[in-house]
């Protein structure tokens, strides 16, 4: 394993002992994803093996960071690669729903569950009876690395103190842990105040305290410092920057100081042209904004002013169901029995993806025969060299939040936007900041002073090579937000028109895809061709398909007595509606009507501008075939797309789509249609 461009305290970190003790504070640049994976390399080449190796961290895009690096550093075997991402390389959600699945808690009921909710429940089952045969599941574990340290607030804090206890307790010797972090970043401390009681005071600086009191002399910390990221500018802003936010003094002050710098950060004077973000040596950029709403109208600003298709646009949905890649439901889809033999397999590998299929396969970023294989297998945990995997028990899995690796859906080149909430953990090549709206905010305490200025300081810290601002005066009116219940959505009124944030968890109908009704006209029933034709579409177009316009056309749901609505989502072309690809739930009929009923407004006809996310694998939530068309009825799999952005449509009065849909009480949600 080659470490000379390591420096000497990164090389102390990644060269340690599998019982090493330490706690590394590292700045944005400074190497720490570098360090983890030489670590993880240096582990395995000490006679670990990858199950002995645990890495948890708070977000997926951490974790796909994490795993890209591993496969460039020399020494480390693609089937080492391979073990590291289904076994060791994880974020806390999918690590605690393996291991209260393994303590024999309901797949589906964890399902219905918060994330923070399964988090308290294992920490719980840790502190409990149970502790000892949580400690069995985790006797084989030798050393633990906890990334984004000064995000553990609350639950998670605890999650990580009960599980250091078991693995690395301060008496037994051998096993150890790598605790990485940076206080600068701690945007997340908000989850305290709606987090569980008991776990209410224990704050990421709470936790780290915790750590070096619990293990004393016997833990390390290590500090990195040098920036590799960035250019020297941008270098030794981040560190002044964060300097400042470590220095002692008030919240109130280091926002200020914040505030400062950024409205000394050069304003782009060509303003939000997609060419003037992304150009020369710079393939990923990124718009960042405070809130979901005024990220839908950057895209909305992006897309109208780009003229070059080969430039991507990709808006970041907040709440999107879990992503399962569309290779899945291409190879499984076409399948007519519940077993599926390693032979069989290798026959629908090659018929799908041999040469004469080269476009399918980039098109769905396939991975190889073998690693696919391999994949499913672990996903139906009948282990690596078993011979036949059953397609029943795969589907009844596909919300499962470890069923596959973690980085599962890479970012991809072109101009993403999003909050700088979510852009934690990214790193792009050029960067625009939005953040007129955080600037412009009052606040009422310290910790909100501060957790603003850490939340300017992560997302100026995402650059790579450019970093600029955006005046909110480049995009249009901002939206607002709308509640109803539990249900909330951005939205925008203008005196003709409507903007409403589409795409939420729950808006898609999974089945509707493969349904014969979905794809009938007038009435008829729709050939079985015209889906399976559908499917092949949505394949082999899975990668141009992102980003592509979509629109919504009010549809009669057929066969029931009384007037109820959904929409077909169908390819936008120009102001008319292309091909048949699916259908919206009734979630999205029910908050239309409390958004327009109480104005005397009613459903609109027609809905434009939603944008493709992604082409997704989807499948039966319920045994409710009789639609469905075949083979898809006996796979249970097939192809879908997740949408997302700002539906604009015209207000008109009138009775409302002829006597609609009535209110919904909040079960008839459907959650499950992902």
């Known amino acids: 394993m080659t470490t000379l461009n390591l420096s000497p305290d990164q090389k102390q970190i990644a060269l340690g002992t599998p019982g090493l003790r330490v706690i590394v504070e590292a700045g944005p640049g400074t190497g720490k994803t570098e360090t983890v994976a030489h670590r993880i390399v240096a582990l395995i080449s000490q006679g670990l093996h990858p199950a002995q ?15 890209r690096r591993l496969g460039k550093i020399a020494g480390i075997t693609p089937l080492h690669t391979e073990q590291l991402r289904h076994l060791s390389v994880r974020t806390f959600d999918s690590w605690t729903f393996r291991m209260l699945r393994q303590l024999n808690h309901l797949p589906m009921q964890l399902l219905q569950g918060t994330h923070d909710d399964n988090i308290n429940l294992l920490v719980h089952e840790l502190q409990s009876a149970n502790r000892e045969a949580a400690m069995q599941l985790m006797y084989h574990i030798r050393h633990v690395v906890i990334d984004e340290f000064q995000d553990l607030s609350g639950v998670r804090g605890a999650l990580v103190l009960e599980m250091m206890s078991l693995i690395a307790p301060p008496a037994k010797q051998g096993n150890g842990f790598t605790v990485l972090g940076d206080p600068a970043q701690a945007i997340y401390a908000f989850s305290l105040q709606h987090g569980h009681a008991e776990h209410i005071a224990l704050t990421s600086g709470a936790l780290v305290a915790r750590i070096r009191e619990t293990y004393k002399k016997g833990v390390a910390t290590l500090t990195l410092q040098h920036n590799y990221r960035t250019t020297d500018g941008l270098g030794s802003l981040a560190a002044n920057l964060r300097r400042l936010l470590l220095r002692r003094t008030n919240g109130r002050t280091k926002f200020t100081a914040l505030r400062d710098f950024v409205s000394r950060i050069k304003v782009t004077d060509e303003g939000l ?84 299929h080269a476009q399918a396969a980039a098109a769905l970023n396939i991975p190889s025969e073998n690693d696919a294989w391999q994949r499913l297998t672990r996903a139906c945990e009948v282990g690596g060299d078993a011979t036949s995997i059953d397609v029943t ?8 939040a470890d069923l596959l690796p973690d980085d599962e859906g890479a970012l991809g080149d072109g101009i993403h936007v999003m909050t700088i909430h979510q852009s934690k953990g ?10 007129e709206n955080l600037l412009d905010r009052e606040f009422s305490s310290e910790d909100e002073h501060l957790e603003a200025a850490n939340v300017l300081f992560v997302g100026m810290t995402r650059a790579a090579k450019q970093l600029f601002r955006v005046d909110k005066g480049q995009v249009h009116r901002p939206m607002f937000k709308w509640a109803k219940g539990d249900r909330s959505r951005w939205c925008c009124w203008f005196p003709k028109w409507v903007n409403l944030e ?46 592509k316009k979509v629109m919504l056309c009010r549809w009669r749901i057929p066969d029931i007595a009384e007037n109820r ?50 082409v997704v694998t989807l499948g039966l939530s319920v045994e409710a075939r009789q639609s469905v068309a075949l083979p ?11 949408i997302y952005g700002s539906g604009d449509f015209q207000l008109y009065r009138g009775r409302a789509a002829g006597g609609t849909n009535k209110k919904s009480n909040g079960k008839r949600r459907s959650k499950a249609a992902h």
């Open 53 to 67: 190796i645990l890495v948890l961290s708070f977000s997926r895009n951490a974790v796909r960071t994490l795993t």
């Open 393 to 400: 028990l795969l589907r009844s899995r596909l919300n499962w």
């Open 632 to 642: 898809y009825s006996r796979s249970g799999l097939w192809l879908g797309v997740n």
């Open 273 to 356: 042209k997609p060419s003037s973000i992304l150009h020369g040596e710079v393939r990923t950029a990124a718009v960042l904004t405070s809130t979901n709403g005024e990220a839908i109208r950057v895209a909305q600003k992006l897309i109208d002013q780009n003229s070059d298709p080969a430039i991507p646009i990709i808006l970041h949905s907040p709440s999107q169901a879990r992503y399962v890649p569309p290779w899945i439901g291409a190879l499984l889809g076409p399948t007519k029995s519940d077993t599926l033999t390693r032979g069989q397999f290798s026959r629908i590998y090659v018929h799908c993806f041999g040469i004469t």
């Open 565 to 614: 609505f959904v929409y077909r989502i169908h390819i936008q072309d120009g102001n008319a509606p292309g091909r048949i690809l699916g259908l919206t739930t009734e979630s999205v009929t029910y908050d239309l009507l409390s958004l327009l009923h109480e104005k005397g407004y009613s459903l609109p006809a027609k809905i434009y501008n939603l944008r493709i996310v992604d």
């Open 426 to 435: 990214m790193e792009f090549d050029a960067v625009a900041v939005m953040p």
């Open 502 to 547: 589409m795409g939420v968890s729950g808006d898609i109908d999974a089945q509707s895809f493969v349904d014969r009704r979905v794809f009938a006209q007038e009435d008829a029933v729709a050939n079985d061709a015209i889906i399976d034709e559908t499917q092949h579409y949505l394949a082999t177009n899975a990668a141009s398909l992102r980003g």
